[in-house]
């Protein structure tokens, strides 16, 4: 008898070819409901690498500036650029037509809500204690607390979504928000221009690439 295609859809699967259907299907809802890290990489790339240029170049490596930048106009800069890369990750993170429901989302929504929360307390810190320090110093206090804030919420993120490359990029920054402190305010600017910036900007090239492939 000759076979039709309704018997061959209603041939039962080998075991191998059930475990190869459902990892597909397991990769596929994964990728469907995980949200993009792309976005937020490159965004807070941007930032870091244009705010923290500008600080280096306001208070150079040995004290003198390399350009006649006012700290208010770098201050504005950093903080606004920064602003618009917490907006680009709350989007990408809770996205009103996401499929994600239930603990996922809500998971989602409170990470949202503590990257707003922990620059809000670096704002009201920087604003009661800064004006009391050298205006050098006052800078590496907005600098170092705003970075601690943002290490940390990478490490909690990778923690929280189990991604390995999130928390060990979290740890990095730590690492160098802290060399950076020990060093001095253009140190610091420097590096977190260069490898918190840079390295941001080339993690979500990275990711784009491997997504396109």
Same mark, same amino acid.
Not at 17 to 27: F, N, V, W, Y
Not at 180 to 194: K, R, V, Y
């Given at each position: 008898? #000759? ?8 041939? #039962? ?55 006649p930048i006012p700290f208010p106009a770098v201050l504005a800069l950093l903080f606004g650029s920064m602003s618009a890369a917490m907006l680009v990750s709350v989007l990408t993170i809770w ?119």
């Open positions: 008898m #000759k076979r039709t295609a309704v018997d061959d859809a209603e041939r #039962k699967l080998s075991p191998q070819e059930t475990l190869r259907l459902i990892e597909q299907q397991g990769s596929a809802a994964a990728n469907r409901l995980t949200p993009d890290p792309v976005p937020h990489y490159l965004a807070w790339g941007v930032a870091w690498l244009v705010g923290y240029s500008a600080m280096f170049l306001h208070h150079g490596l040995s004290g003198t500036p390399y350009a996205q009103p037509g996401s499929p994600v429901r239930g603990v996922s989302q809500q998971r989602g929504t409170m990470y949202g809500l503590a990257w707003f929360l922990g620059s809000l307390a670096v704002w009201v810190a920087g604003i009661r204690f800064a004006p009391q320090l050298p205006s050098a110093e006052g800078s590496l206090l907005w600098a170092s607390l705003s970075m601690t804030v943002v290490a940390v919420l990478y490490m909690a993120g990778g923690a929280i979504w189990l991604l390995r490359s999130m928390f060990v990029f979290g740890a990095g920054l730590a690492v160098l928000n802290a060399i950076g402190t020990a060093a001095g305010p253009g140190w610091h600017a420097l590096l977190m221009s260069l490898g918190a910036g840079g390295g941001s900007i080339a993690a979500g090239l990275v990711l784009r690439r491997s997504a396109g492939r």
